[in-house]
């Protein structure tokens, strides 16, 4: 793919000056449908590559891109002389192991080799399927493949696709979303089902009382709330810094006895599975919570060396900036009930409002955007609302899930129902 490959890019190691040199390429392939006012409007193809290079250099860090692959020299050259200025210090890049733990179901050759006709007559098809009105959507598929090698010995590759679907449907009065991404094919209209399925139930709509209510989070409500207010907590950079709520709890219950969070990089399937991380570093499972206590948080290698522990693969990033962290697959853990023995309650699938929450507290005040209240046996549509609270006592008063297991982006839950919070009409 774009001509990278490992040749080409070994030739970066014969720079001098450096003490260890790290090199990361990604090549991609995408195409993007977009949709509006019930057609595709928009068809994009792309094809491109990027490459990033570390060096180390008296334990200081130098970093710089290129898109270029006959550039390579000149690229590592400035990294070597970047380092000489840098503020940021490293110890040394991951060594090379024996092995490398395996994933699978990360690759299907038909999200990017199918016919582009082929699949614009499929999204058109599935538009036209449908009673309601497709106000926007899109269609997105990838294909990528990860180069990572460094002087220490480690050099890997790996081939990863993605594709995601969304759409927003609309009967005149009220609109609803839904969305899918998965590393594997699947059909765009069990997507736009979803939407349909919430305007159905969407139809019959109810005002309800402020107050303390028992509330069921949908995966997809679940990932929008905790992506971000959550995950950042876990970060380890956030966490040294003073940036996380969770700053000194290590080792503290901190949420409900009946939660268990885990880092799977190794998940079949996961949105973010992959073998090895940005640095190299092998791909593991992490527990984060074990009933209700703080476990451990997410390292890349600089942080970890910090702490004096291991990186637990979790570095991330593009070619073009330097290695952050992120979650590969969390999944949530509880116990297992039917909703059908809850009396009352508000279901919610998707709120709006979480880039104004307070990240550092976890104080949150959310749009219910996509809710319904069970009422008498009856479920109807919440006019309005707003979901009020804080991220730790959300978590505290977790209950038990309901459900099947589902991935939602890159967290792997079922609804999940949590007591006492606070809805504000």
Known sequence: MSGIDFKSLRNAFEVKGYDQLEIYALSGKSKKMDVSDNRVDAVNLEEDYSIGIRALVDNKIGFTTTDTIDDIINTAEKAVKLADLSQSTMFSFPLKKNSFNKVGGIYDRSIIEDQIDSQVNALGECIDSTEYDVVDGNLSLNSSEMFL????????????????????????????????????????????????????????????????????????????????????AFNADNVQRGKSFLDGKKGEEVFSDSLSITDNGLMEGGVGTKSFDREGTSSQKTELVEKGVVKNFLYDVRRAEKDGVESTGNASGSPSSSPGISPTNMVFDGEKQSLDGLEDYVLIDSVSGVHTADVESGDYSLNILCGFIKDEGREYGIKSGMLVGNIVSLLKNFSHMAGDKEKSGRLVTSKAVFEDQNIVV
């Open 149 to 232: 090698l460094n002087s220490c010995g480690i050099e890997r590759k790996e081939k990863k696709t993605i594709k995601s679907v969304n759409f927003s449907l609309t009967d005149g009065n009220i609109t609803r979303f839904s969305s899918k991404t998965r590393t594997k094919n699947f059909r765009n209209k069990e997507v736009l089902e979803k939407s349909e399925d919430l305007l159905r139930r969407s139809e019959q709509r109810k005002n309800i009382d402020s107050g303390s209510k028992t509330v069921v989070l949908t995966p997809h409500a679940q990932r929008q709330i905790f992506s971000g207010l959550l995950f950042p």
